[in-house]
């Protein structure tokens, strides 16, 4: 006899039961994430659109930002510090600047000297792992507050790494309180002291092309030097993480081949830190680029704005100079500066597309023959018969 179709309502009792299973975890699933959802609302979301409106208006910090007093401004505050016209616009291409220059010696080496550190450690040679572990991570969980204060220490005119250098006949400067750039010095050295006629004018941001020139002051270099100390640590922890989940037949595979040990850390083990090695860099990049504390406690800027960064600065034109518009503009810049740099670093440490190897088809069989008949085969990717995995 002919089958009859089943209608809706004559449906299997399974699939009813089914459906309301998923549909009762579904709803159970939206009750266990709403109390999450409510408390990122209301202490992220809510606070970054009250932030974006500030950037956009005249708040100057009293009653509420969005009172009737509070006239919109558009993007006047933007304009103002990406103009590099007054001091607010001059002052955060100082800030760029020296920020600049604090990233790009601090990302590189810390990840460099945290690498070294979990690749000597790792070894199983080396006694006593735990120990050198627990010394090279400590700096990191002390207070940076703490540690900013013995560096001022270390690092005054009289203090112990001026000492250490009078042993090797070398003046060391009074480094908080030195303003000069460190390229400018070794500018001095070959006899340029003075900007060229053609680096005098206000350039990118309202810096001259010989101020962009003038590297790191020698403050902010002992700011380079104790970001490097403090944070080598934490990210050789991730480093040794992604060491001890490679497998140890991979590295007896090279070795079987007949790599070196050097060849071995370039073709096979870096390559496979390459995810850790995206972290590294991403979190790197956005606490080099959020520098705060230790500015705050050591030089507020100083010397001559030398160590002037852009969180500080947001920092002080809405506490101090009572700008909230421009503190919140600043500090947006900064959010797009370090969105822009992530995803540049994304698209330079993508996983590359590696040649597949074109599949053998047996002797007499047709390239255009299908798949399903050969088993093991593919079907061809294109006219020329490529395999593609």
Do not use: C
């Not at 009762?24 to 202490?43: E, K, N």
Request: proline residues 6%.
């Amino acid at each position: 006899m002919p089958s009859t179709p089943t209608t809706a309502a004559e449906a299997p009792p399974s699939r009813v039961k089914r459906g309301d299973i998923r549909g009762r975890q579904g709803l159970a699933g939206w009750l266990f994430i709403t109390p999450v959802v409510l408390i990122l609302g209301l202490f992220l979301v809510v606070p970054v659109i009250m932030a974006a409106w500030v950037s956009l208006s005249d708040w100057t910090g009293r009653g509420s930002p969005f009172s009737a007093s509070v006239s919109f401004v558009g993007f006047e505050n933007y304009s103002g510090i990406l103009g590099g016209e007054g001091l607010i616009g001059r002052d955060f291409g100082t800030a760029i600047r020296n920020n600049l220059y604090y990233v790009l010696l601090v990302v590189p080496l810390q990840t460099a000297l945290a690498l070294f550190l979990a690749v000597m450690v790792n070894r199983q040679i080396l006694k006593g792992r735990g120990f050198f572990r627990t010394a090279f991570y400590f700096p990191s969980v002390t207070s940076s507050v703490a540690i900013t204060v013995l560096w001022l220490f270390l690092f005054s005119a009289t203090g112990v790494i001026n000492k250490v250098l009078s042993f090797f006949a070398i003046e060391g400067p009074n480094w908080f309180q030195d303003p000069r750039g460190v390229l400018h010095i070794l500018f001095g050295l070959v006899g340029v002291d003075q900007a060229p006629a053609g680096l005098r004018a206000p350039g990118f941001l309202g810096i001259s092309g010989w101020d962009w020139l003038a590297g790191p002051s020698v403050a902010m270099s002992a700011f380079v030097l104790m970001a490097i100390f403090t944070t080598s640590g934490t990210f050789m922890l991730l480093f040794i993480a992604a060491l001890q989940n490679i497998s140890g037949e991979v590295q007896e595979a090279a070795m079987v081949d007949g790599a070196t040990g050097w060849q071995r850390f370039w073709a096979v083990t870096l390559p496979m830190l390459r995810p850790t090695l995206f972290t590294v860099l991403t979190l790197g990049l956005i606490g080099t680029w959020q520098v705060f504390d230790q500015i705050y406690t050591g030089t507020q800027g100083g010397p001559a704005k030398t160590t002037l960064t852009p969180a500080y600065l947001s920092f002080n034109a809405a506490f101090v100079d009572q700008q909230w518009g421009v503190g919140a503009a600043i500090a947006f810049v900064l959010f797009a500066i370090i969105v822009v740099l992530t995803l540049l670093q994304r698209w330079a440490l993508r996983e590359r597309d590696v040649p597949r190897r074109r599949r053998m088809v047996p002797a007499g069989v047709s390239a255009g023959s299908s798949a399903a008949a050969i088993p093991g085969t593919a079907a061809p990717a294109d006219e020329e018969g490529e395999q593609r995995r």
